[in-house]
């Protein structure tokens, strides 16, 4: 017979992706352009935007720093599909993940934020890896 403890239960043990997860208020179709990427990084003061396909599914995320090559603003900017530029793709986040699973996950692959889709893959929100270690840190076991 096994017994567990609640010692050896991880902190937060009973949070969830959904605990700790924030709305994303800023998408992008996959077929826009860097160069409209780029705009909307810097007229929205945001790190990252959400990448959605053209049937509303999540396709990735594009981040500041990920589109710095192109920021010296080209033809090729205007050109070029953020569906053709490198960026985080799935697997994604779900709401009923166990929290501290994910900050695990999100720490194997250094993930500052990851997107939240529900199972059908719309975007419900994002998890950052900030939020999900103070929320592990203050819960008690």
């Avoid at 017979?1 to 992008?28: F, K, N, Q, W």
Wanted: charge should be negative.
């Amino acid at each position: 017979m096994t017994t567990h403890s609640l010692e050896a239960a991880p902190r937060g043990h009973g949070l969830t992706v959904a605990d700790a997860m924030d709305p994303c208020d800023y998408h992008i179709s996959d077929d826009s352009t860097v160069d409209q990427a780029v705009d909307i990084l810097r007229s929205a003061h945001v790190e990252y935007l959400l990448v959605r396909d053209h049937n509303g599914r999540c396709e990735g995320l594009v981040t500041r720093a990920g589109l710095h090559p192109f920021l010296t603003r080209s033809w090729y900017t205007e050109r070029t599909a953020i569906s053709a530029v490198a960026h985080q793709r799935g697997p994604f986040a779900w709401p009923t993940l166990g929290l501290a699973l994910a900050a695990i996950a999100m720490r194997v692959r250094r993930l500052t934020v990851w997107p939240v889709v529900d199972e059908a893959g719309y975007i419900l929100g994002v998890l950052t890896a900030e939020r999900a270690t103070h929320l592990l840190a203050v819960t008690p076991t």
